[in-house]
């Protein structure tokens, strides 16, 4: 009984004593995909690629059609015809992939450029939020639960929304 009273009254001392800890949270994925900065670059990152984009499904187009003519004339062409034909159709298929594959590394860094240029603006923000409102604790990523009462993803985009 001794060692229960004992314990009351430490958690009595001990809360009586603590200061009030000021703690948010921030969603980066919803700060990030709300951040008009973010959806402009990354329209201005689509609509870039989207003429490269019509070229090569135009591409892709040219190459099906070159494919199902072959397929439907392999027995009208003789064996050299057939191959060198084949050949056109491979070399294209292998151009296509080529290029889809690059441009698709070009969109993929282009986006990684913008990521980071955001995360550091977020960053600043989230520190000069975090001085300016006395926050002791600033969280980010994942968490289980996360009462509005912490969530501060609205704040952080204001703040930079108008830096």
Same mark, same amino acid.
């Given at each position: 009984?001794?060692? !229960?009273? +004992? @314990?009351?009254?430490?958690? %009595?001392?001990?809360?009586?004593?603590? /200061?009030?800890? &000021?703690?948010?949270?921030? =969603?980066?994925?919803?700060?990030?995909?709300?951040?008009?900065?973010?959806?402009?670059?990354?329209?201005s990152i689509n609509q870039e690629f989207?003429?490269?984009?019509?070229?090569? !499904?135009? +591409? @892709?187009?040219?190459?099906? %059609?070159?494919?199902?003519?072959?397929? /439907?004339?392999? &027995?009208?062409?003789?064996? =050299?015809?057939?191959?060198?034909?084949?050949?056109?159709?491979?070399?294209?298929?292998?151009?296509?992939?080529?290029?889809?594959?690059?441009?698709?590394?070009?969109?993929?860094?282009?986006?990684?450029?913008?990521?980071?240029? %955001?995360?550091?603006?977020i960053n600043e923000a989230i520190k &000069?939020?975090?001085?300016?409102?006395?926050?002791?604790?600033?969280?980010?990523?994942?968490?289980?639960?996360?009462?509005?009462?912490?969530?501060?993803?609205?704040?952080?985009?204001?703040?930079?929304?108008?830096?």
């Open positions: 009984m001794r060692v !229960l009273t +004992l @314990f009351a009254l430490a958690t %009595l001392v001990f809360s009586a004593s603590a /200061e009030s800890f &000021k703690i948010g949270y921030i =969603d980066t994925e919803i700060v990030v995909s709300s951040l008009t900065q973010y959806q402009l670059e990354s329209a989207e003429l490269k984009k019509q070229e090569l !499904l135009n +591409l @892709f187009h040219h190459i099906e %059609l070159a494919r199902a003519k072959l397929n /439907e004339n392999d &027995k009208l062409l003789n064996n =050299d015809t057939f191959d060198m034909e084949l050949a056109r159709v491979l070399k294209l298929e292998s151009s296509f992939k080529k290029e889809t594959a690059y441009w698709q590394e070009m969109i993929n860094q282009k986006k990684i450029d913008l990521l980071q240029r %955001l995360e550091i603006v &000069k939020f975090a001085v300016n409102e006395s926050y002791d604790l600033i969280l980010y990523e994942n968490a289980a639960y996360v009462s509005k009462k912490i969530n501060i993803n609205n704040k952080i985009i204001s703040l930079i929304e108008e830096m």
